[in-house]
């Protein structure tokens, strides 16, 4: 199972950018997606995230501004960046509960994929 994030890049102050993160692989189900993200110097933090009920979570800090999205047929979940901040600046990771078909107790795996920077700056 492999999670690909795409859609980092340069923007300016107040600009938008939209990740996308496609999960692949043998999948019977995915339990949640979402997105985490590390600015230099420091720690990972989350982002937003659909759980398990299918709700959707943000962190204060994005919150108003980050739209999570998710399509369950094609497996992806999208973050779409509004007003974007140079302290929104860090590499974005997606990750994901996955469930594989061998796992006949649904107990699921934690998957992450590589990051794509983001970088807010004029």
């Known amino acids: 199972v492999q999670l690909q994030a795409s859609g980092g890049g340069l923007v300016q102050p107040g600009g938008s950018l939209r990740l996308s993160c496609a999960a692949s692989?043998?999948?019977?189900?995915?339990?949640?997606m979402g997105w985490y993200r590390q600015a230099p110097g420091k720690e990972r933090e989350y982002v937003a995230m659909f759980v398990a009920s299918g709700a959707t979570v943000y962190a204060d800090s994005v919150r108003g501004r980050f739209t999570i999205s998710r399509d369950n047929a094609k497996n992806t979940a999208d973050l779409q960046m509004n007003s974007l901040k140079p302290e929104d600046t860090a590499v974005y990771y997606c990750n994901a509960d996955v469930v594989v078909p061998w796992d006949t107790n649904k107990d699921g795996m934690i998957v992450w994929g590589k990051g794509t920077l983001v970088t807010v700056s004029s």
């Open positions: 692989g043998s999948i019977s189900a995915i339990k949640w």
